[in-house]
């Protein structure tokens, strides 16, 4: 499975992901011309993406999605006006492809008409991959499809301490820390220390925030609590996505 974060952040979203015939993305929050320069660093162009998949309506993952024609694109019913047969269900694999696709729910404050937003868990070939970003909390009932799997692509928002020594509006802090919020660092890699297992093979930490974390924190924050809860997991195979540069995983060259 070859994977690119072509941008992760406030400022726009999207994920490639490829298994060599059918290339993908997972969002679409970047203009077309900086969608264009990123592919430029991967082996793929626009007019081989295959089909777009959309995890909420906040413009930062939706604002490119006038790229493509809304045949190729999928989301749950309110994300976007799309065709009735392009309208994914949470927790219904789909098959697209080559790909099996389930969207997992998450908790965000986004989709208002029909409250719902959701990750990915994509399987292919024998492999597996999660893609779970803007999320307060997640669910204890999915966390069966989220264990052991190959490939992560999960939310590390924001450092708590640095989130405060912002100059962000009280309210907006407390939306962040909020159910329906972003997951801190701490949080993030809490759910993940009991989701890795033996097969999985690389963990992205994903959705950085540009004033509230850094690199630093969130990788010492893995390196922290996986060390103190014992997870069997080489710390070295984690990275971090980037909102200015592609970011390759997987068997991404």
Do not use: W
């Not at 264009?36 to 626009?46: A, F, G, N, Q, W």
């Not at 269900?89 to 492809?97: D, H, N, V």
């Not at 404050?109 to 999320?135: P, Q, V």
């Not at 301490?161 to 912002?166: A, D, G, H, K, S």
Request: proline share 4%.
């Amino acid at each position: 499975m070859e994977i690119y974060i072509l941008a992760s952040g406030s400022k726009g979203n999207a994920t490639l992901i490829s298994d060599g015939r059918f290339p993908f993305l997972i969002d679409c929050g970047i203009s077309r011309k900086m969608l264009i320069e990123r592919l430029s660093d991967t082996p793929y162009k626009i007019d081989d993406i295959q089909f777009v998949l959309f995890t909420h309506d906040h413009s930062d993952h939706i604002s490119g999605s006038s790229i493509f024609p809304k045949e190729k694109e999928y989301s749950l019913n309110g994300v976007l006006d799309l065709p009735k047969e392009n309208i994914l269900k949470l927790e219904e694999e789909r098959k697209i492809f080559t790909y099996q696709i389930t969207p997992i729910p998450t908790s965000h404050d986004a989709n208002r008409l029909f409250n719902e937003t959701c990750g990915f868990l994509i399987k292919n070939n024998g492999e597996s991959l999660l893609y779970m970003t803007d999320t307060g909390l997640i669910y204890e009932d999915t966390f069966a499809y989220l264990k052991d799997l190959n490939y992560y692509i999960i939310e590390s928002n924001h450092d708590v301490r640095m989130l405060f020594r912002t100059n962000r509006p009280p309210e907006l802090i407390a939306r962040i820390l909020s159910d329906v919020g972003h997951l801190s660092n701490e949080d993030s890699a809490l759910y993940m220390s009991s989701f890795v297992g033996p097969n999985t093979k690389e963990i992205v930490l994903a959705h950085l925030s540009e004033e509230a974390n850094d690199e630093e924190h969130a990788l010492a924050a893995y390196d922290r609590i996986f060390k103190r809860l014992r997870v069997d997991f080489d710390v070295t195979k984690i990275k971090c996505a980037n909102q200015h540069r592609v970011v390759y995983a997987g068997d991404a060259k």
